[in-house]
C-alpha cells in the first residue's frame, strides 16, 4: 500500500513562502505521477500542480503559475512544493497526491490512485 505524508504547512504572512514536501513509501514511486490539491474552508478541492513520473513535465493551476514550482527526486521518494509570494486565498489544506500510470512524461490533474492527509497552510494578511 503507498502511503504519502505531507509536511512543512504552517502560518506565514502575505508574501512569504513555504516549501512542503511529500515523503512516499510502499511502493515504486518513479512509477507514479505526482500532484499537489489543496482544500480551502467552504470550497472543494482544487488542482495545484503536477509533475510526470521523470519529472520532466509540469502543470500549473492558473491562480499559482509563476509563483509556486513542483519538483521531485526519485532517489528520495519525495515531491516538494516550493511557494513563494504567498497570498491570504492560499490558504488551504494542501494534499500530496500519486498517479500510477505507465507513461513516464505525462502530467495529471484529477483521477489520483493515493493521497495524504493534508498539511495546513494559513496566510495571514
Known amino acids: 500500500q503507498v502511503q504519502l505524508v505531507e509536511s512543512g504547512g504552517g502560518v506565514v504572512q502575505a508574501g512569504d513562502s513555504l516549501r512542503l514536501s511529500c515523503a512516499v513509501s510502499g511502493g515504486t514511486f518513479s512509477n507514479y505521477a505526482m500532484g499537489w490539491f489543496r482544500q480551502a474552508p467552504g470550497k472543494e478541492r482544487e488542482f495545484v500542480a503536477a509533475?510526470?513520473?521523470?519529472?520532466?513535465?509540469?502543470s500549473y493551476a492558473d491562480s499559482v503559475k509563476g509563483r509556486f514550482t513542483i519538483s521531485r527526486d526519485n532517489a528520495k521518494n519525495t515531491v516538494t512544493l516550493q511557494m513563494n509570494s504567498l497570498k491570504p486565498e492560499d490558504t488551504a489544506v494542501y494534499y500530496c497526491a500519486a498517479y500510477r500510470t505507465t507513461t513516464v512524461a505525462r502530467v495529471f490533474s484529477g483521477g489520483y490512485d493515493y493521497w495524504g492527509q493534508g498539511t495546513q497552510v494559513t496566510v495571514s494578511s
Open positions: 509533475t510526470s513520473r521523470s519529472g520532466g513535465s509540469r
